[in-house]
Every structure is written in C-alpha cells, then in structure tokens.
C-alpha cells in the first residue's frame, strides 16, 4: 500500500520546520496538494478527474 494524501502533506509540514501539527494545518495543507494535483477527495468535497482512492502506487504528486 502507498502513501495517502493526508500523510504526504504532514511529512511536508515537517520538513518545513512545523512542530505540533494539528490536523486542521495537515487538512489544509492535504486541500493544496490535492487541488495542485487534481485529485478528487469526495470527502473533502473536492472534486477532480483522478480519484484518491484509485491512484496507482507510483503516482507522482507535485507539492504546491
């Protein structure tokens, strides 16, 4: 199994210096991947023509 969207962007804010990552920051932070990508989240209400849920393992993802 690969790496989800939420878990790249807390590893981002990470390496950028960020201590005591709430989830609203990894939320948002996952919304700018996401969208950057466009990635559907249908639970995050956004809508794109590649599904997270059927990403391949391998899928490169720019981080905005």
Do not use: C, Y
Request: glycine share 10%; proline share 3%.
């Amino acid at each position: 199994k690969g790496d989800t969207i939420w878990g790249i962007a807390k590893r981002d804010l990470a390496a950028h210096g960020s201590t005591d990552i709430t989830n609203a920051e990894i939320m948002k932070r996952a919304k700018e991947i996401a969208r950057a990508n466009n990635v559907e989240v249908k639970e995050w209400g956004l809508t794109g023509p590649t599904n997270d849920r059927k990403m391949s393992i391998g899928t490169v993802l720019t981080l905005p």
